[in-house]
């Protein structure tokens, strides 16, 4: 849902000026001639009053000098409705219906943020002769043909662990350039030669050591007492230093470690280390709210309408209320989510963020231990429970998700235009005014 959404903040201000095109439709209907079916798309039509009004529509974001010739024009147009026509008649396979409360949902996202808001809107599209249904239709059909296309693309999609994890290394490398770290350092020294006898006493000294420090013990204290290492007499403090300043064994070593992390013991040719990062400052850190949550999905089907789904789970949040079953159980014997049912419908410890926007703004609005009423997603109907929140620090899981989203925002241009391509060259195309087939 995250790509999804992000296609459709993209398009805001192109479906603000594609509504010209519904506008243009109800006008020309009127007028027989303009009705004229221009080409068959499978068992549809294209008519050519649909024509003459996106090419009106685009006259009003190009300059004139800039526009193409009117056959080459007429031709670009004509293209892009087909493919259109052919995502919407792909969705209505797929069973792919925006509902009016969904649409509503989310008219109100798309101009939260954004101008013009819902109340200018209305007088926006007044002003143009555009009736507040027809806009809500352009609405409905641009997020069907953007759903349709992510749930076909991105089934298409393989990203592999490696690959986010190399991106990630560079997207960090990249952010850790201008860190600086203050590093505490002990040094236990241990010479090459050493046999194994004296090579296992100062293993299992660094091991007790990084157990006093993970109890807490003072780092300073230690080194003082312990190190052997050039800044013993200074607590094994080291300064402030970015990470080609610090001795390349240190600087191999830190990682994506955080602040206060211990790490060592390791070997070098001097003998074993450990270091900590007491502190640093210049890294742009990532806080986010976790929520523990559980939910129960009972799926619609031709033998279960909506209204039974929503009733099943009424019925179920009654039994919790009442002691006679607990959410678990229920989860356990009914939830359609096969992969949190066995686990009493438990989606773990999660940054909401990851879920669809319906599911997101619910569980948003909960208070710990209240279960929701039924509500509606793309992927049925769900009563919710938030278990807990908390803080957590996501700046390791920022990068790996920017790499992710990075990574699928490539392959997704490259696949969608595929999957358009192998949607055309099975349809059956006819222009009727040629009597040409394009199959």
């Not at 909506?306 to 959410?327: H, N, P, S, V, W």
Request: charged fraction near 25%.
């Amino acid at each position: 849902m995250q790509l999804f959404e992000k296609q459709m903040n993209k398009c805001i201000n192109a479906i603000l000026t594609i509504v010209f095109l519904a506008a243009s439709l109800s006008v020309s209907a009127s007028t027989k001639e303009l009705d004229r079916v221009i080409t068959v798309v499978n068992e549809s039509v294209i008519l050519s009053s649909e024509i003459d009004a996106l090419k009106r529509t685009v006259s009003l974001n190009v300059q004139a000098k800039s526009m193409p010739p009117d056959d080459i024009l007429q031709q670009q147009i004509l293209d892009q409705l087909i493919l259109e026509e052919l995502q919407l008649q792909e969705a209505t396979r797929l069973n792919i219906r925006i509902d009016d409360l969904r649409l509503d949902q989310a008219i109100e996202e798309m101009h939260r943020d954004n101008k013009p808001s819902i109340k200018h809107l209305h007088s926006e599209l007044k002003s143009n002769g555009i009736s507040w249904s027809q806009y809500r239709e352009r609405i409905r059909r641009e997020i069907t043909i953007s759903e349709v296309r992510n749930l076909q693309v991105r089934s298409r999609i393989n990203i592999l662990p490696q690959e986010i994890e190399s991106l990630a290394a560079q997207l960090n490398e990249k952010n850790h350039a201008e860190v600086e770290y203050r590093i505490s350092h002990i040094q236990l020294r241990l010479d090459e030669n050493a046999n194994k006898s004296e090579h296992d006493s100062v293993v299992t000294h660094a091991n007790e050591l990084v157990s006093y420090l993970n109890a807490k013990q003072d780092f300073t204290e230690l080194a003082l007492a312990n190190s052997k290492g050039p800044k013993a007499l200074d607590g094994g403090d080291w300064g402030w230093m970015r990470l080609e300043e610090m001795p390349t064994i240190f600087a191999d070593h830190i990682g994506n470690n955080s602040k206060g992390s211990i790490i060592g013991p390791f070997r070098s040719g001097v003998g074993y280390h450990i270091i900590k990062i007491t502190d640093l400052r210049g890294l742009k850190s990532v806080a986010a709210t976790e929520v523990n949550t559980r939910h129960i999905l009972i799926k619609p089907s031709i033998i279960l309408s909506d209204e039974g789904a929503k009733r099943q789970l009424t019925l179920m949040i009654q039994q919790i209320q009442e002691g006679k079953k607990t959410f678990e159980e229920l989860a356990q014997q009914y939830s359609m989510d096969s992969l949190s049912a066995v686990n009493g419908g438990s989606l773990g410890w999660q940054s909401s963020a990851i879920y669809a926007t319906e599911f997101r703004n619910k569980i948003d609005s909960l208070q710990e231990a209240q279960i929701s009423e039924p509500f509606k997603t793309i992927h049925g109907w769900h009563i919710a429970e938030v278990i807990g929140r908390r803080q957590a620090d996501y700046s390791d899981a920022e990068i790996k998700n920017r790499a992710y989203r990075m990574l699928l925002d490539r392959k997704f241009n490259e696949e969608a235009q595929t999957w358009l391509k192998e949607l055309r060259a099975g349809a059956y195309v006819k222009h009727v005014e040629d009597n040409n087939d394009y199959n």
